[in-house]
């Protein structure tokens, strides 16, 4: 049996009494079973998630060992190995959510859609109230007459493919929220027309992506495999930034980005806003 992604074949059940086995067919249930399918996505979504979840607690302690330089870049690892757990999290869930429309077509495929709902009790404040301890048990009589499903974790290459898929989709929404938050800072902090100065590090003008300022060099200065370039803005204030790519000429205009949230903000009295 494969899913549409990877394949990562369930073993045959295995069954308290051959002759049952004989007499019901159900070795050739497992590919027209779609219970079994669901089981198998909802195992798969479960271990990934676990898996994501372990990451993100070794980024949490890495995040408060950092010193203050290398915070932010421990931050927002950090943020995406959350995101990508609650995106696993998620696609379980919408897998949970089927069970109603997946019809079994063996006793083998009604143990598997209650294995589904047993094994989401963790999240039940409970788990020992009705009807979570008598699920179980109905459970575990199904077990006795049709056999138990081999509850095996997926190929380990299935899981590390679902991990960076889930990583990539949590990438794209930090990516979102932290534009949404540097539009929200530029708006909280200039909308009242209060004067302010920005300090920004010649290396956080070299960004790939953000606010953008024109420069016009004057001085390129060469320190190893590094450029400092020293000009103007249009508006007269003069700036220092770190090239890592290209040595810009004299008279030339470049582009310099930079992120909000690296800016310091200072008043006119030279106090630090942010």
């Not at 004989?22 to 027209?32: F, L, P, T």
């Not at 956080?204 to 024109?214: Q, R, Y």
């Not at 001085?219 to 040595?247: N, P």
Request: hydrophobic share 40%.
């Amino acid at each position: 049996m494969a899913d549409s992604d990877n394949s990562t074949s369930l073993p045959f059940v295995t069954h308290g009494r051959e002759l049952r086995q004989k007499a019901h067919g159900e070795d050739r249930y497992q590919d027209a079973d779609p219970a079994l399918v669901l089981l198998q996505g909802w195992l798969r979504a479960q271990h990934v998630s676990h898996v994501l979840c372990r990451l993100q607690q070794r980024l949490e302690r890495r995040l408060l060992d950092a010193p203050g330089s290398g915070a932010i870049d421990e931050k927002v690892g950090y943020s995406i190995a959350c995101q990508a757990e609650v995106e696993a999290t998620t696609a379980a869930l919408k897998l949970q959510d089927k069970i109603p429309q997946v019809q079994a077509r063996s006793l083998l495929g009604v143990v598997a859609k209650l294995e589904i709902i047993a094994g989401a009790d963790r999240d039940i404040d409970d788990p020992t109230d009705f009807p979570w301890p008598h699920i179980a048990s109905v459970l575990n009589d199904l077990k006795e007459i049709a056999g138990s499903l081999p509850l095996e974790r997926p190929d380990r290459t299935v899981v590390q493919a679902d991990c960076r898929r889930y990583q990539a989709m949590a990438a794209d929404m930090i990516g979102l929220q932290r534009q949404a938050a540097n539009r929200r800072f530029l708006a909280t902090r200039l909308e009242n027309g209060r004067a302010v100065t920005l300090g920004i590090r010649p290396e956080h003008l070299d960004e790939k992506e953000g606010v953008t300022l024109s420069l016009s060099v004057d001085v390129t200065e060469r320190l190893g495999s590094t450029s400092y370039v020293h000009g103007a803005l249009a508006s007269g204030e003069s700036v220092v930034a770190e090239r890592r790519e290209d040595q810009p000429g004299f008279g030339e205009m470049i582009t310099l980005r930079f992120q909000p949230t690296r800016a310091r903000v200072f008043d006119g009295e030279g106090s630090r806003i942010r």
